[in-house]
């Protein structure tokens, strides 16, 4: 669905990602993993048309991205949960899920709402809340279901389970599979490797701008050397 060959991206004269290549079919959870200044944010930024590549291709459904500017890459079906939420703090729920949909015309708006209300029940009850003062877990879920209002084909998630507390983390993660469970492709970038293992289909491993491992979620989670440098393993 999603095919991203030797993609090349720079800051100025930091080259950020080295020839990544990686891949999303329908229907899959795929994890991308890394340390901190792997390029994770770098990668997901450049699909969704934040950042341009210097080479390389981006292509969904066989159609190229590179190039297309961040609001139609929305309508293609490409919806962004940057890192840290980025919720606009002075609307209410209700208008940001609004502003989620804001792209489209079609009739399918009230439905997805209803839809978003049933993953998150939290959202329904405060969607007269101004967001900004919401918890740090419901701006996280209100940031998804954003995102989720553009009724995407693939979401790409960057750390979703940054700066919450563990039982938050879970819930924030069965949300995901559900998502996934109810048709939407996930892209999910995670420093929490284990978390992100448990309910991706494959991943990837990417160290200093290159993709230096990748498999089944079942194979990665075997592998020694992902094991000792990324699920906390001596
Ligand atoms: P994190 O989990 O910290 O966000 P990451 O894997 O997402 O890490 P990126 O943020 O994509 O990593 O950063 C990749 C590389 O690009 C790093 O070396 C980083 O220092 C550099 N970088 C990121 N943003 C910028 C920027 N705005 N200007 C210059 N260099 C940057």
Known sequence: ?????????????????????????????????????AGKTTTLKTLSGLLPARSGSV???????????????VLRGIAHVPEGRRIFNRLTVLENLEMGAYARADAGIGQDLERVFVLFPRLKERRAQVAGTLSGGEQQMLAIARALMAAPRILLLDEPSMGLAPVLVE????????????GTTI???????????????????LETGTIVLSGTAADLQENPEV????????
């Open 59 to 73: 292509r969904l459904e066989g159609e190229t991205l590179l190039g297309v500017p961040p609001h139609a890459i």
């Open 1 to 37: 669905m999603l095919e991203v060959q030797d993609l090349h991206v720079y800051y100025g004269e930091i080259h950020a990602l080295k020839g990544v290549t990686l891949g999303v079919g329908k229907g899959e959870i795929v994890a991308l993993l890394g340390n901190n200044g």
């Open 187 to 205: 892209l999910l970038v995670e420093q929490n490797a284990a978390m992100a293992l448990s309910i991706a289909h494959r991943g990837y491993v």
């Open 171 to 182: 819930q924030i993660f069965e949300t995901i599979r559900d998502i996934n469970g109810q």
């Open 227 to 234: 094991r000792r440098a990324y699920l906390g393993e001596t």
